[in-house]
T-cell receptor, first 114, second 111 residues
Framework: NAGVTQTPKFRILKIGQSMTLQCTQD?????MYWYRQDPGMGLKLIYY???????DKGEVPNGYNVSRSTTEDFPLRLELAAPSQTSVYFC?????????????FGPGTRLTVL | GQNIDQPTEMTATEGAIVQINCTYQ??????LFWYQQHAGEAPTFLSY????GLEEKGRFSSFLSRSKGYSYLLLKELQMKDSASYLC????????????FGGGTRLMVKP
């Protein structure tokens, strides 16, 4: 299993540009998440999904959109990039919400908006 | 809302023991996780507590007191490779198995 994979690893955007961060997992996990991590800080939840076709907002959803058309893929869309969206973005997945089910993280995408 | 506090930085010596504390305030508590994150890498799972008491896994142990809203991660026989950030995360009863993370504790292990 490759686990959780993310592309691209790095990206520089200009203000106002748009892009999609890709996330794929091959563990047949139902739950998927997008977090952002600013330098020296913890992770903040942007969006999550409990299964294909179902998504919901997390703590910091403004400026982002997601979709979940398949179990494997959970792309994150930035429509109008702003400098405040400079961060490291992590995608994660978990099998279920059973006690003890941990979240597995992808390697992250480092995004800079100039 | 939820509030999770942990020290920002700690320093310890190779071979020693270090305890990283985490306090939380939440309703509907449903488990506490510890993750390790090396610089520039993704967080990786270390431990999970949902009941009071100590969970031991090799050199790492984690303790939980639900009545006090308190957990700690204990690292024994410190090695240089243990230099990393340690993230405390709380899960509450919700549909999405969502976690709320503390700001992380950056541990520096010195020779």
């Amino acid at each position: 299993n490759a686990g959780v994979t993310q592309t691209p690893k790095f990206r520089i955007l200009k203000i106002g540009q748009s892009m999609t961060l890709q996330c794929t997992q091959d563990m047949n996990h139902n739950y998927m998440y997008w977090y952002r991590q600013d330098p020296g800080m913890g992770l903040k939840l942007i969006y999550y999904s409990v299964g294909a076709g179902i998504t919901d907002k997390g703590e910091v959803p403004n400026g982002y959109n997601v979709s979940r058309s398949t179990t494997e893929d959970f792309p994150l869309r930035l429509e109008l990039a702003a400098p405040s969206q400079t961060s490291v973005y992590f995608c994660a997945s978990s099998l279920s919400r059973t006690a003890g089910d941990t979240q597995y993280f992808g390697p992250g995408t480092r995004l800079t908006v100039l | 809302g939820q509030n999770i506090d942990q020290p920002t930085e700690m320093t310890a010596t190779e071979g020693a023991i270090v305890q990283i504390n985490c306090t939380y305030q939440t309703s509907g508590f449903n488990g506490l996780f510890w993750y390790q994150q090396h610089a520039g890498e993704a967080p990786t799972f270390l431990s999970y507590n949902v009941l009071d008491g100590l969970e031991e896994k090799g050199r790492f142990s984690s303790f939980l007191s639900r009545s006090k809203g308190y957990s700690y991660l204990l690292l024994k026989e410190l090695q240089m490779k243990d230099s990393a950030s340690y993230l405390c995360a709380v899960r509450v009863n919700n549909a999405g198995n969502m976690l709320t993370f503390g700001g992380g504790t950056r541990l520096m292990v010195k020779p």
